[in-house]
């Protein structure tokens, strides 16, 4: 590994009663790459994104984040690194208006410390003025701005994946974790998914992601690691992938 890798983890392993969903796995991210990982139903590659971000603690292993190791950090301090994931099924706060979901996302509110509220009220409305400048921004660009005041349970499942990926950016992050981001969405909008996936990784943003489409991952990724039942099976850039016979084997069935 060299110091341009972002993301690395090594030797990780879950097992939940008898079943082992995740053995000895290593994977590697390199700074300003869109790095793919495909694999058959029930690879692992789900819980491989929990034990990277924490949201379940590993049995084995660690995860290095930017020269970091974030092993025992809790999910939300992850996040606050600079370390963002989204889920298989968008998760949005239906209730909410579409600018109330971004602006939550939001790190360092001065608004969420109670004596901050009374004794920094100034700070507090010009950075809130900031942030929802910043959220309209980014609507804007991925096409929601129109939907800023619907509430988020309005939206189509293809909406409400664009949002969590546009809320995703009021973090700051410098890692993107992508689970599925074109499950369920229609073929325009998955381009326009794609097209902002590249648009944000020139920006100097870096991802890791999850898809079974194939085509999303051949036309996007540097890079492809292929997991199969828990455990590296190969990885290389797409066309190696795509002429892999182990992978072929297990992944498509050829």
């Known amino acids: 590994m060299t110091s341009d890798h972002l993301l690395i983890a090594q030797g990780l392993s879950k097992s939940f009663g008898g079943i082992k969903a995740v053995q000895n796995a290593n994977l590697s ?3 300003g790459s869109i790095t793919g990982l495909i694999g058959p139903n029930g ?11 924490n949201f379940i603690p590993p049995d084995s292993g660690s995860v290095i984040f930017d020269d ?9 301090q992850i996040a606050q690194c600079g370390f ?5 099924v968008a998760r949005v706060l239906s209730r909410l208006s579409v600018l109330e979901n971004m602006l939550l996302a939001a790190p360092k509110q001065t608004g969420e410390n109670f004596f901050q509220v009374w004794l920094q009220q100034s700070q507090l409305r010009k950075e809130e003025q900031q942030n929802k400048l910043k ?20 939206l189509s499942g293809g909406q409400r994946k ?9 973090c700051k992050p410098k890692l ?5 981001p074109a499950a369920g969405v229609n073929p325009t909008l998955i381009k326009q998914i794609c097209q902002h996936i590249i648009n944000w990784n020139q920006e100097g943003i870096t991802f890791l992601i999850i898809e079974h489409n194939m085509d999303v991952i051949m036309s996007l990724c540097d890079r492809v690691c292929v997991l199969a039942e828990g455990t590296n099976l190969a990885e290389g850039d ?12 297990a992944y498509l069935g050829e």
């Not at 963002?84 to 298989?88: A, G, N």
């Open 135 to 154: 959220a309209l921004e980014i609507l804007e660009s991925v096409g929601l701005s129109d939907k800023a005041n619907d509430y988020a349970g309005a």
């Open 68 to 76: 970091v190791n974030i092993s025992k950090l809790s999910p939300h």
């Open 176 to 180: 993107i974790l992508l689970d599925e």
């Open 162 to 170: 664009l949002l969590e990926m546009a809320r995703t950016l009021m």
């Open 238 to 249: 797409p066309t190696e992938i795509q002429n892999n016979s182990a992978v072929l084997k």
């Open 29 to 31: 991210v390199r700074e």
């Open 43 to 53: 690879a692992g590659k789900t819980t491989l994104f929990n034990l990277l971000s």
């Open 84 to 88: 963002i994931r989204t889920f298989q």
